[in-house]
């Protein structure tokens, strides 16, 4: 079988999201947008419901309709997007609760959904999405009065702890939301570690859930098992893959697996980025193709059926460090040709 398995452990999102949980003493939500990262967001958001989570945050409301399908009844799945055009009957139908950004979608929500839950989303410094600081003073006495379930921010800077813009935020937020009855919420993983001032009534982890950084001491949750379809002696001076980008000095063996760019291997890692077969390192070699992927296999004495590209040895960012990007982006990159595998350690 050529095909490639994607392994994924809802245990460790599971003992992801208990740990960031335990670092606050509000309520945690679970930010399953863009299909739970790239993992699934039924069999994720089902996963930790099960643990425990009540409130779960989505980018957009589409997203939001098939997450309900999925959770069914009971859990609050918010909207990152708010309320636009034409959302109305997803958010109805699908009794969704958006976030709020503008004058424009309040208006909007409150004359197409009466006395349905809404949040709030304010902006304290991103200059993303949410009111910002004159808007909502305009807004607020109205909103407030309206009786939202949530005002929240959003951190720029959460992954840096010394970054300056962490306490401008946390200062700009507390001067726009101090003494209003609302729960708040200002952290995501990122703030969530950043300590208690910045947790208020609730966070919001998502990369954390998932194993990356800046939850350093999360639990590794992906694996991906690439198989090796040709192996091949290769003398000094021949190349391998396209462009002639890489030529042997040395006589050597190369490996051929099953994978590339169509699944989401991003072909701008390949200079620096390794796999494992067994516990022997191999570097990359060549241009990763669309469906391929030459591996320098000279070291490996017993060659394994398959080499992994991420598991125990290599995480999602030092997956990310060799691509020159972020875990975010190596995970929500993941194609759909794997086989996906769900366990629960």
Not at 114 to 143: K, T, Y
Not at 178 to 189: F, K, Q, V, W
Not at 231 to 256: C, F, H, L, M, Q
Request: aromatic fraction near 6%; proline fraction near 5%; hydrophobic fraction near 45%.
């Amino acid at each position: 079988m050529a095909q490639a398995v994607l392994t994924i452990d809802l245990g460790a999102i599971c003992a992801n999201w208990r740990a960031l949980a335990a670092m606050n003493a509000g309520e945690t939500a679970a930010v399953v947008k863009a299909n739970a990262y790239g993992l699934g967001a039924s069999r994720v958001a089902k996963a930790l419901a099960e643990e425990g989570a009540r409130t779960f945050f989505v980018a957009q409301a589409e997203e939001g309709v098939e997450l309900r399908k999925a959770l069914g009844a009971g859990p609050t799945i918010c909207v990152f997007g708010g309320h636009m055009d034409g959302d109305a009957p997803l958010l109805r139908e699908a009794d969704l609760v958006p976030m709020i950004n503008s004058i424009d979608q309040m208006l909007r929500h409150v004359e197409a959904l009466p006395g349905h839950r809404f949040g709030i989303q304010l902006d304290s410094g991103m200059n993303r999405l949410g009111m910002e600081p004159a808007e909502w003073a305009a807004l607020r006495d109205i909103a407030l009065g309206q009786k939202p379930v949530l005002v929240m921010s959003h951190l720029a800077c959460a992954d840096e702890p010394n970054h300056g813009m962490n306490e401008f935020q946390l200062q700009t937020f507390r001067q726009m939301t101090d003494g209003i009855d609302a729960p708040r919420s200002l952290a995501a993983t990122g703030g969530t570690i950043l300590g208690r001032d910045y947790h208020f009534d609730m966070t919001r982890p998502g990369i954390g859930l998932y194993g990356g950084l800046p939850f350093v001491d999360a639990r590794p949750v992906v694996s991906l098992s690439i198989p090796v379809i040709q192996v091949r002696d290769v003398n000094p001076g021949e190349s391998v893959g396209y462009g002639n980008s890489w030529v042997a000095r040395v006589p050597g063996k190369i490996a051929t697996i099953s994978a590339g760019y169509a699944d989401g291997i991003i072909r701008a890692m390949g200079p620096k980025a390794h796999v494992w077969a067994g516990e022997t390192r191999c570097k990359i070699v060549g241009r990763i193709s669309m469906d391929l992927i030459g591996v320098d296999v000279s070291a490996v004495k017993a060659m394994p059926d398959a080499v992994e590209l991420m598991g125990p040895h290599q995480s999602i960012d030092t997956l990310a460090d060799a691509a020159g990007t972020i875990g975010y982006e190596i995970l929500t990159s993941l194609g759909s040709r794997y086989a996906r595998s769900y366990i629960h350690t």
